[in-house]
């Protein structure tokens, strides 16, 4: 028997690469002489068998120090059951690594290997989301892009495909928000149901509820019966296939670990199996360039958790992550009162006052980014899952522009997805459901790429009756104006700040992302009377191109 054990342990070997259950990559006990190859951002997967029973397996310290002889990274391991650990690595730094790995368990210590970085060949990807302290307001790529921050909240993505071998709905899902421009899911690691009232209708149409399963657990036992003496490596196993088809598909994962107001049976704070699933997520997924960590959704919800508890996670993320990923969390009065543990500000405003809050934070904080995750706006589906403060299509859409006319960025919610019931093939759901307007952000992503939002600054001087974003690096005056609005003119901050004389103006159209032609900037005594297109039809942008700010 130990003969056909060590045959079939050789054969595997052999076999090697392989792909996993978590689509990276996967390498199994490769030999210190094997060299192993991967792209710029692309996660592969070393994979070590030990074939001895260990006590405590999640708490034993398994650690690979990978250097290049420039730079060193202290990576951890993680466990995955059936007495394999698993170091799973990307980087964005090309060129010959070597890795040798520390453990107290005698069967990993002393483990080595090599891994080449190649240039990475997918003309999509840009690496992990940074800072830029050129330009600290703003988020980056690691290759130094712009990354302009559009999510869409679906708090279940986990459970979309949980228990069944193929991805076919969360793929069909990403492949949508991937066509229609959004490049972020804000997301829990897991929740349970949610605690108000249910929509009648819903029960007709039990494929769209994932709320109150009791098959879904990260810890063993259940939700309503839970066992916190271990975590269920099948739902991480399930939940690497996730994150790994976001990466494909080049969509970040904004993953919440906590969610207080889900209705989760969670250990108690700092117990050992609170730290033990906290620290298994940092070391498990931290070697994707697509994760931002978020400790929490509404983290001081109730009294769940307290501000030293939130900032001791923080701590411990930082003191875990050898890669460094953003970090924030899901409470403006947190990050207000914080704003030094967190990489970025984090808002949640239902407020009619939006534009001018949004601004004032942007204010209030100069050297960070402002993300406004939750707006109140949750645009109507088949199903009312929670309404929250306004639904109609056009006027969340407005807010999301309020957001980022005021210099930050925003979230997308449909109520057909961001909570429980979970739709994830809208447009091929009858003719009688709400379908979802993603073409609207598609089309706001069509403005921004020729309109480079990391350059713009909110400009409330001269709002009007609209909303200004100035650019003077590239010349270009955006103006916001509502459907109801009469007219909009940038007359007064031309005339005082720009020469003009090249100019160029046209609208674009909110709802369809038509543009008018573009024609020659004119300004007339009383502008006021020229055409504004659109009225009462349609929100829409006056773009004002090839300014030259005066005495530059």
């Keep these: 028997m130990k003969l056909f054990r060590n045959l079939f342990a050789f054969c595997y070997v052999l076999l090697l690469p392989i792909t996993g259950i978590s689509q990276s990559k996967t390498y199994t006990d490769p030999k210190p002489s094997t060299g192993i190859q991967c792209q710029q951002w692309e996660v592969i997967d070393v994979v070590f068998p030990v074939n001895k029973k260990t006590k405590a397996p999640f708490e034993l310290v398994a650690t690979a120090q990978v250097t290049d002889g420039k730079q060193t990274q202290q990576i951890p391991l993680f466990y995955n059951g059936k007495g394999t650990w698993v170091l799973r690595y990307s980087s964005g730094i090309m060129g010959d690594k070597s890795y040798i790995i520390t453990s107290e368990l005698k069967a990993l210590n002393g483990k080595k290997g090599k891994i080449t970085v190649v240039k990475n060949q997918k003309t999509e990807r840009h690496g992990g989301i940074v800072l830029n302290k050129d330009n600290p307001r703003h988020l980056f790529y690691e290759d130094g892009s712009h990354y302009f921050n559009l999510a869409f909240e679906c708090d279940w993505l986990f459970a979309l495909d949980y228990g069944k071998e193929d991805m076919a709905k969360t793929k069909h899902l990403l492949s949508l928000l991937n066509e229609y421009r959004f490049n972020q899911v804000v997301m829990n690691v897991y929740s349970y149901d949610v605690s108000w009232p249910k929509d009648e209708r819903l029960a007709e149409h039990p494929e769209h509820e994932y709320g109150g399963r009791e098959d879904i657990f990260p810890f063993l036992g259940s939700n309503s019966n839970p066992d916190y003496s271990s975590l269920n490596i099948d739902f ?12 494909d598909q080049e969509i970040v994962s904004h993953l919440m670990i906590y969610v207080w107001n889900k209705l989760v049976s969670w250990p108690e704070m700092e117990s050992e199996a609170d730290n033990r699933y906290y620290d298994y997520i940092i070391k498990r997924y931290q070697a994707f360039p697509n994760i931002i960590w978020d400790v929490s959704k509404e983290a001081l919800h109730k009294t769940r958790a307290t501000a030293a508890y939130i900032s001791e996670r923080i701590e411990r993320t930082r003191n875990l992550d050898s890669y460094d990923r953003l970090v924030s969390v899901h409470d403006y009065g947190f990050c207000r009162n914080h704003a030094d543990e967190v990489d970025f500000i984090s808002m949640q405003n239902w407020q009619h006052t939006l534009y001018q809050n949004m601004l004032n934070a942007r204010n209030d904080f100069p050297n960070k980014p ?20 306004y639904v109609n299509a056009e006027v969340c859409l407005r807010r999301n522009y309020m957001c980022l006319f005021a210099g930050g960025y925003t979230t997308y919610y449909w109520q057909g997805s961001s909570w429980n019931a979970l739709i994830h093939n809208p447009f091929e759901q009858p003719d009688d459901f709400k379908k979802p307007h993603f073409e609207y952000f598609t089309h706001m992503r069509k403005l921004f790429d020729s309109a480079p939002f990391e350059n713009f600054e909110p400009n409330a001087r001269y709002n009007g009756s609209g909303y200004n974003l100035t650019n003077e690096k590239d010349g270009i005056i955006l103006i916001y104006t509502p459907k109801e609005n009469h007219y909009t003119s940038a007359k007064v901050q031309i005339s005082k700040e720009f020469d003009y004389e090249n100019a160029t103006q046209q609208w674009f159209n909110t709802l ?24 009462y039809e349609a929100d829409a942008i006056l773009i004002i191109r090839n300014l030259k700010p005066k005495n530059k």
């Design 236 to 247: 991480f196993k399930h939940f690497d296939k996730v994150i790994s088809e976001m990466h």
């Design 512 to 535: 369809t992302g038509e543009l008018t032609p573009e024609e020659k900037y004119n300004m007339k005594e009383l502008g006021f009377w020229d055409y504004r297109p659109w009225r």
């Design 370 to 389: 402002i993300f406004n995750i939750e707006h109140g706006g949750y645009e109507e589906s088949p199903y009312v899952v929670f309404p929250g403060a």
